[in-house]
């Protein structure tokens, strides 16, 4: 019989390895348009705006961002776990995956409500 894992750090290896690879992927990205393609004169100020503006693309952002956070979140808890302070996993657990979700909030709101 299969033996019920009632935890939830499946939940949190998941997104940890989902915001690391979606963010190595995506962030260059971002950073390349951002810092280099329209830099450089390639693409206007207005394209780029066009880009941003579309409602794909800002649902896209918020959930690299969003997986971002997970990842510094569960990549942090564990660092700190290493460092000695086990004992106190569950606070920490707590604060690190509440600021994500604080980061999470706050980057729908940045993208998706304020840019309607």
């Given at each position: 019989?299969?033996?019920?894992?009632?935890s939830n750090e499946p939940l949190f290896w998941s997104l940890f390895s989902a915001g690391g690879t979606i963010t190595a992927l995506l962030m260059p990205v971002l950073i390349v348009m951002l810092g280099f393609v329209l830099?450089?004169?390639?693409i206007s100020e207005e394209q780029?705006?066009?880009?941003?503006?579309?409602?794909?693309?800002?649902a896209a952002l918020v959930i690299v961002v969003s997986l971002a956070f997970f990842h510094w979140a569960h990549r942090f808890r564990f660092t700190l776990g290493e460092l000695g302070l086990r004992r106190f996993d569950r606070p920490i657990a707590l604060l690190c995956y509440g600021a994500a979700l604080v980061g999470t909030g706050y980057a729908f709101a940045v993208v998706i409500v304020d840019w309607s």
């Amino acid at each position: 019989m299969l033996k019920r894992n009632p935890s939830n750090e499946p939940l949190f290896w998941s997104l940890f390895s989902a915001g690391g690879t979606i963010t190595a992927l995506l962030m260059p990205v971002l950073i390349v348009m951002l810092g280099f393609v329209l830099a450089a004169g390639v693409i206007s100020e207005e394209q780029l705006v066009d880009v941003f503006e579309h409602k794909a693309f800002r649902a896209a952002l918020v959930i690299v961002v969003s997986l971002a956070f997970f990842h510094w979140a569960h990549r942090f808890r564990f660092t700190l776990g290493e460092l000695g302070l086990r004992r106190f996993d569950r606070p920490i657990a707590l604060l690190c995956y509440g600021a994500a979700l604080v980061g999470t909030g706050y980057a729908f709101a940045v993208v998706i409500v304020d840019w309607s």
